[in-house]
């Protein structure tokens, strides 16, 4: 009875905070409802045992991907007020895709092939680590997609810097290739000077005015 009441619990805070990442105002405040969602999602893996989801979903997009959400929407300055204005022409066919996802949705929920069975999931042999078995499949079954999951996060990565380095008004910019055609001869100027001897300690103290 517990379980379920967690169950409804977590469910309806992950609802709600996802409700509120789509209609905040505020582009950080809607960041930090998507992290209640994570976190939320998280609680429902551990209350299904499991735990490596879990700790995943804590770890990894709530520490490491919302954090670099905020520091995206705290660089690119993008003016919301200005994409804000053709909100309303688009709401007919959103309204449209919405309704026809429910429907998707409810049939593959009312079909024989998404029936559970009751019970609950079957207890587990004494020792059983479902991190390791996870792992395992990882880097041995799964391990080309595994590997282009990460080249598709370093593209994402090295596009996302790429937009924080583009030409602002009030903002340095450096080309690299600009760089790197400089010579020697544009940067380092040599100027020969005469040679000057400098004073001994002896002659800067008889130069100096005696009381």
Request: net charge positive.
């Amino acid at each position: 009875m517990t379980t379920v009441v967690l169950f409804y619990l977590f469910a309806v805070v992950l609802l709600g905070a996802g409700l509120a990442t789509i209609t905040a105002k505020n582009p950080v405040h809607a960041a930090l409802f998507l992290m209640l969602a994570f976190f939320s999602g998280a609680c429902l893996w551990m209350l299904m045992k499991a735990e490596f989801l879990a700790v995943a979903l804590v770890l990894i997009y709530v520490g490491a991907v919302m954090v670099l959400f905020l520091f995206v929407v705290m660089m690119l300055d993008v003016n919301f007020e200005e994409l804000r204005k053709g909100f309303w022409k688009h709401v007919p066919l959103a309204v449209t895709v919405a309704i026809i996802m429910a429907v998707e949705m409810g049939l593959i929920l009312h079909s024989r092939a998404a029936e559970v069975v009751v019970g609950g999931l079957p207890e587990q042999a004494a020792g059983y680590n479902n991190a390791k078995a996870l792992g395992y499949l990882i880097y041995t079954q799964y391990f080309l997609p595994f590997q282009l999951s990460a080249a598709l996060l370093l593209v994402g990565m090295i596009a996302a810097i790429a937009l924080t380095i583009r030409k602002r008004k009030n903002t340095k910019y450096i080309n690299p290739a600009v760089q790197i055609a400089t010579k020697r001869e544009d940067r380092v100027r040599i100027v020969k000077m005469a040679a000057e001897a400098r004073p001994t300690v002896g002659e800067v103290v008889e130069e100096q005015p005696k009381a």
